[in-house]
């Protein structure tokens, strides 16, 4: 792989300060080669961008997340660090995380995508996670990962911890299903009150095993399932007495 040349390079190691990780190839053996390619998105290159990376990177940033939250919380039950989980995994937390690394001033990118402002949650979100690949298999742990992750994590899970209805519990139910018996949720939504402006449009059912577990309502067809699925949530996974 071709290594990046001298000004892309001194960009990359500004990034790398900023993330807090040190130039020292002792300390922090980081691969130049799969940074730059973690920061170059399809736009710019149909066959040297970032697509593979994230694709891993996608699972680094999930068991990264996995290991802060069983570090932080650990008489926390499983079912709630999968809620926790798929908050913080979510493209808008790890969007807002790129911002503070302004990680798309390092991104080469095409002009349409540069002045694309509906796409750049999922841009910054797909770069971070490449990055977090590129870090990961530079080291081939989390090495990288943590000393700078886990500060933006601590105060993000707190807040969901204290307010639970910023949890996806959507998510959070689809990954138990799935682990417990390889089935994904199925919901039924039916539009009850036609009136746009009612709190209660929609009616939603999820089931499960051709069992239904919870049922919800809401504004939209969103809010009604996440209202179910936080039901049916609880069913299979109770909260743990105070």
Request: proline share 4%.
């Given at each position: 792989?071709v290594?990046p040349d001298?000004?892309?390079q001194?960009?990359?190691?500004q990034?790398?300060?900023?993330?807090g990780?040190?130039?020292s190839?002792?300390?922090?053996p980081?691969q130049?080669?799969l940074?730059?390619?973690?920061?170059i998105?399809?736009?710019?290159s149909?066959?040297?961008?970032?697509?593979?990376?994230?694709?891993?990177?996608?699972?680094?940033?999930?068991?990264?997340?996995?290991?802060?939250?069983?570090?932080?919380?650990p008489?926390?039950?499983?079912g709630?660090?999968?809620?926790?989980?798929?908050?913080?995994?979510s493209?808008?937390?790890?969007?807002?995380?790129?911002?503070?690394?302004?990680?798309d001033r390092?991104?080469?990118k095409s002009n349409?995508?540069?002045h694309?402002p509906?796409?750049?949650?999922?841009?910054?979100?797909?770069?971070?996670e490449?990055?977090?690949?590129?870090?990961?298999l530079?080291?081939?742990?989390?090495?990288?990962?943590?000393?700078?992750?886990?500060?933006?994590l601590?105060?993000?899970?707190?807040?969901i911890?204290?307010?639970p209805?910023?949890?996806n519990y959507k998510?959070?139910?689809?990954e138990?299903s799935?682990a417990?018996?390889?089935?994904?949720?199925h919901?039924?939504?039916?539009?009850t009150?036609?009136?746009?402006d009612?709190l209660?449009?929609?009616?939603a059912?999820?089931?499960?095993?051709d069992?239904?577990?919870?049922?919800?309502?809401?504004?939209?067809?969103?809010?009604?399932?996440?209202?179910?699925?936080?039901?049916?949530?609880?069913i299979?996974?109770p909260?743990?007495?105070?």
């Open positions: 792989m290594l001298h000004r892309r001194s960009h990359l190691e990034l790398v300060q900023h993330l990780l040190s130039l190839p002792q300390i922090h980081i130049w080669s940074l730059d390619l973690a920061l998105h399809p736009t710019a149909a066959t040297q961008n970032y697509e593979q990376l994230e694709f891993v990177g996608d699972a680094v940033v999930r068991l990264a997340t996995a290991d802060f939250l069983r570090r932080t919380y008489e926390a039950r499983v709630e660090l999968a809620a926790l989980r798929s908050v913080l995994v493209d808008r937390t790890l969007a807002q995380i790129a911002e503070v690394y302004s990680l390092y991104l080469i349409s995508a540069s694309d509906t796409g750049i949650t999922t841009r910054l979100a797909d770069a971070l490449a990055v977090m690949a590129a870090l990961y530079s080291s081939q742990d989390l090495s990288l990962v943590h000393p700078w992750l886990d500060g933006h601590l105060p993000l899970a707190e807040a911890r204290t307010d209805a910023r949890q998510a959070a139910l689809q138990w799935q417990t018996h390889k089935l994904r949720p919901y039924q939504v039916t539009e009150n036609p009136t746009h009612a209660e449009r929609f009616t059912e999820v089931w499960i095993q069992q239904c577990l919870g049922r919800g309502t809401g504004r939209s067809i969103k809010a009604a399932q996440q209202a179910a699925a936080q039901e049916a949530f609880f299979v996974n909260p743990s007495p105070p």
